[in-house]
């Protein structure tokens, strides 16, 4: 297994196989990419050309991709995946990332949700297209990563949401049609508590049996702006990670607003020694050697 950082920050952590750099999150904003960490690209998920553009937003029966539609719930404002302008653009900056940094790992693929997008430039196109409302917009997604696949020259991982059983009618993704353009997928499985790592371990599960390319799940530290009372505890993150990590998943990725708050992390979890003599039986040791890595940098 494989253990990186997840970083709103272009900070390296120590004690980590890698780092990722968000430099384009789903806020918006974009930052200048760093040649020694993999660069996190959200696409469609954009709240400033959302609010520069609102005509570009994907629309629904029951309202638009915005955060305000409570329909949905949206954690961002969202864009229509077929404006030409807006693709084009991002395939440039995507070109540009890659060529300044270890790689490209995907954000906001897809359709925003159920229902989208029913513009009339998407209805049009599904139209013409002579396919099922379900089957175009699957090619809409595809299609577009097969145009990143093609100026992407290192590593490309594509991120999905955790949903292993109805993402083709969610979202248009079809993951047996995105692998060939993939090196990997990370699944992003962000909570603020993770005390019932059942689940999470579930999902990695149904999740290894589908995907068919090496996969990656991100769990959620200490996201920016939070209150530290009303974020997973070290304990949690510790149990789940050895949950998840006994399914057979690839890595591990732990995402922070910044590095120090990783470090924080890590100290947690050294100081941990009751628990992770606990875990030592729980089928997972790959997680405990990290720790124990840990404990000669920050013990």
């Known amino acids: 297994m494989k253990f990186g950082t997840y970083l709103f920050e272009p900070e390296k952590v120590l004690g980590f196989d890698f780092d990722l750099f968000r430099v384009k999150p789903e806020v918006g904003r974009r930052q200048p990419p760093r040649q020694d960490m993999y660069s996190n690209v959200a696409i469609f998920g954009d709240n400033v050309t959302a ?25 961002w404002d969202i864009l229509c995946p077929t404006v030409p302008e807006y693709r084009e653009e991002m395939l440039k900056y995507i070109e540009e990332v890659d060529r300044a940094s270890q790689g490209i790992w995907l954000n906001s693929i897809h359709f925003a949700d159920h229902g989208h997008c029913t513009c009339p430039r998407c209805k049009e196109k599904w139209q013409k297209s002579g396919l099922s409302w379900l089957e175009w917009r699957k090619k809409e997604v595809t299609d577009y990563i097969a145009q990143i696949r093609d100026v992407v020259k290192k590593e490309l991982v594509i991120g999905l949401l955790p949903d292993p059983v109805s993402s083709y009618e ?114 997972c040791p790959e997680v405990l050697e990290l720790v124990e890595r840990w404990e000669k940098i920050v013990g």
């Not at 609010?51 to 629309?59: F, G, L, M």
């Not at 997928?185 to 909570?191: A, K, L």
């Not at 732990?254 to 992770?276: M, N, T």
Request: hydrophobic residues 40%.
């Open 51 to 75: 609010r520069n553009h609102p005509e570009w937003v994907s629309q629904s029966e029951h309202g638009p991709a915005l955060r305000t539609n409570d329909r949905y719930n949206f954690r």
């Open 170 to 283: 969610r979202f248009g993704i079809d993951f047996d049609a995105l692998a060939p353009y993939a090196d990997a997928f990370n699944v992003v499985m962000f909570s603020k508590n993770y005390a019932t790592p059942w689940y999470w371990e579930m999902l990695c599960m149904g999740f290894k049996k589908l995907l068919k390319k090496p996969m990656y799940i991100s769990l959620y530290v200490f996201g920016p702006g939070d209150d530290p009372k009303e974020v997973p505890s070290p304990a949690e993150l510790l149990t789940v990670s050895v949950r998840c990590g006994r399914t057979g998943i690839d890595g591990i990725l732990y995402l922070a607003g910044k590095a120090s708050q990783i470090v924080d992390f890590q100290k947690a979890a050294v100081d941990k020694i009751e628990l992770r003599q606990k875990l030592r039986n729980y089928g």
